[in-house]
C-alpha cells in the first residue's frame, strides 16, 4: 500500500510564498515553504477529503469554510542542536535565558509542540568527563527553553552526561522545575527509554530519544546515562509507546560530523522505528542539515543541523555557511499519517551568535541546498541493505 521511500522523495519540492501564518513580523518579502504531498498515501486512504495544507494558502484568499474532519491534525516543529555553553553563556549571563532564542520566538511558538535537541548539561556540579569538548551550563538557564516555547527536548545526545551522573540529576531537575518534558536521559535505563508523552488537539504524542554516539554514558539497570540507540530497543521502545499514544515520534542522535549524507547506521535505525510504528524521526549530530525521506509511511529528517551554537566569523571561514544554516522544520501529522512538511529557512547571526530568521538570499540558498541533500539521501543508501 506505501510506496517504496525513495520513490516519493521527488515530490518534496520548495514553493515561494507570499505569506504564510505572519511568520515575519519585520516584512520580508517571501517565505520558502517546503511541501512534501503524501498524494500515495492519501489516496491509499481514501482520504479524498485529506485537508489542504493551510500553509499552502495565498494570503489574502478567503478560506473555505472549514469542513468537520475526524482527523485530529497536530504540527510538530522541530530543531537541531542547541548548545548553551561558551559564549552562549555570557551572552545570557549579560542579556537572560531567552536571549538564544529571542530572534526565533515566532517560528518556536507556531506550532502546536515544539521540540529541540539539548546538547548540554545544566549543572554547576560535577567533574568533566574524559573527552574533547564537555558543554554545561547553569540550571538557571534552563528557563529560557519554555519562554522561548520549546516543549519537549531530546537528551538523548554525546554531550547531556559530559559531567556525569550528577550533571544528568541536575540537568533532569532543572527540566522538571521549569515543566519541560523530555526523553533519552534517566537515572537508569528505563527512565532513560521512557516516553515523554505530550498531548494537543486531542492526540497523544509519545517522544522517544537515542544516541549511538560514543564517548558517553549510556544508562544500564540502576545506572544513569543517556539511551543506547540500536534497532531492537529502538523497535521495542516505539511498540511499548503505540501502545499508550496516537503518536509516536523518534529522536536519533547518530551520523557523521559536517557530512551531507546519512550514515547507514541512521538509515538503518531510522527506518527500524518507522517499521516499529513510530511517524516521525527527527536526528540530529552532523551539525549540518541533512535530507528528508519518505519511508514506509513516516517522515524521517536525518539532521536538523546547528539551532544555538556559539558560532563567530572564524567558524565561518573554518566551517562555511553549513554550520550556520539551519531551519525549523514543522511537520503536520494526524494519528497515521503525514500530511504536511515545510521548513523555514533560519540562519546562525555570526555577530549575535545566535539564530534569525533567514533573508531572502540565505533562505533561497538553504533551500536549493535541501534539495540537493533530499536527493542524496536515496543515493547514500543505495548500497546498504538497510535501504
Ligand atoms: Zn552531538
Known sequence: MLSPSKRLIPSVRSVALNEVKGFFRGGTPLLFVLLVAFVALA???GAGATATPTATQPSGTAAPAATPTPDREVTIAAVGDVMLDRDIEVLMGEHGAIYPFERVLDLLQDADITIANLEIA??????????????RTPPRFASGLPEAGIDVLALGNNHVADYGPVGIEDTLAALDDVGLLYSGAGMDEAA????AIVE????????????????????APGQPGVAFAEAASIAEDVAAARAVA???????????????EPTAAQVELSHAAIDAGALLVIGHHPHTLQGLEEYNGGLIAYSLGNFVFDLDAGDLESLGPRAFETVVLYVTL?????????????????????PRPATAEEAAAILERVDLLNELVGESCGATEAC
Do not use: W
Open 43 to 45: 489516496t491509499a486512504c
Open 246 to 260: 496516537d503518536v509516536v515520534i523518534v529522536s536519533l542522535h547518530s551520523g557523521l560530523e559536517y557530512v551531507d
Open 192 to 195: 532513560a527509554r521512557a516516553p
Open 334 to 354: 494526524t494519528e497515521d499519517k503525514i500530511v504536511d512538511v515545510r521548513m523555514e529557512p533560519v540562519f546562525i547571526d555570526v555577530l549575535e551568535n545566535r
Open 200 to 219: 494537543a488537539q486531542g492526540l497523544r504524542i509519545a517522544f522517544l530519544s537515542y544516541t549511538d554516539q560514543f564517548i558517553n554514558t549510556f544508562a
Open 122 to 135: 545544566l549543572t554547576e556540579r560535577g567533574e568533566p568527563v574524559e573527552k574533547l569538548f564537555n558543554f
